[in-house]
């Protein structure tokens, strides 16, 4: 094993150079434990992230993102994981602030994304219906979908993006990880999904605002190889929960309680 501690940030690269640059570059992970997994780049970030504070892990291929972090996951021995991306900006108070979290909830617990000009986003969701998405696709709002925390609040969501979360050591063993079999896309969807089943919580910190570019493919215009991913990943996913395409039977019902539930504000103890 490697690093032991507290907790361990793990980030998966495939050529974000640029961007590791871009958001890492004051190495604002301060004195804790930064493990980059390179998806096999061809641009030189695992070069970058090395001389950026990161312990690189450098793959001889791409694994994508599940599998990846679930590499680096195994290479470390905290009680906490937070696996967050190279086009987030993290902060020392916030790792802190979602270690505690984590462990005083023991599920999911995930910061407030922010764009650069401080406005929300929403990384915190409800169900994820395929009338659901196909309104975010739109840009169409959904109040019971997109979640926000405000300072102060812990909001419950069915799942949160897998741009930033932390889980504990014993939470992340017990849903045994990432799901390998979702290259990207869904793959945080489907983490949060089986969060609620093994009745562990997957909530929003408005405590934690930490900045996120947010460079999705398939929200920038056409791009064939992306949707390819964005389909495959689709049809795994509502073919292992297919409550989330027919919302019938005690899993839907589950995750109902937990959109209602989530429709009302959590405020920090």
């Known amino acids: 094993m490697g690093t032991d501690g507290d907790v361990a940030l793990i980030t998966v690269t495939y050529n974000s150079a640029r961007t590791l ?4 570059r004051d190495r604002p992970f301060g004195r ?3 493990i980059v997994v390179d998806n096999a780049s061809s641009d030189g ?6 001389e950026l504070g990161a312990r690189v892990l450098p793959l001889p291929a791409n694994r ?3 599998a990846a972090n679930n590499i680096g996951a195994r290479s470390v021995d905290t009680d906490v994981l937070i696996f967050c991306n190279p086009d987030v900006t993290v902060t020392e108070d916030g790792i802190a602030a979602l270690v505690a979290g984590a462990l005083r909830h023991g599920g999911i617990i995930a910061p407030q994304l922010v764009n650069p000009d401080g406005t929300p986003q929403e990384n915190g969701r409800g169900t994820p219906f395929p009338t659901r998405k196909v309104k975010h696709l739109l840009r169409l ?4 979908y997109q979640r926000f925390a405000r300072p102060g609040e812990l909001v419950d969501v069915v799942w949160a993006m897998g741009a930033a979360l932390a889980i504990t050591r014993r939470a992340f063993e017990a849903l045994a990880g990432w799901d390998d079999g979702f290259f990207v896309y869904y793959e945080d969807a489907d983490l949060g999904v089986r969060s609620w089943q093994q009745g562990l919580s997957v909530r929003v910190d408005g405590d934690v605002r930490w900045q996120h570019g947010w460079g999705r493919e398939t929200g920038r215009g056409f791009s064939v190889g992306a949707w390819r991913l964005e389909l495959a990943s689709a049809w795994r996913f509502y073919r292992k929960h297919p409550y989330c395409l027919v919302p019938v039977g005690r899993q839907a019902e589950q995750l109902d309680r937990v959109d209602s539930a989530g429709a009302m504000i959590g405020v920090h103890a």
């Open 141 to 144: 709002p959904d109040e019971r």
């Open 45 to 50: 970030s695992a070069h970058v992230a090395a």
């Open 64 to 66: 994508g993102f599940s």
């Open 32 to 34: 804790y434990p930064w």
């Open 21 to 24: 640059t871009e958001f890492w």
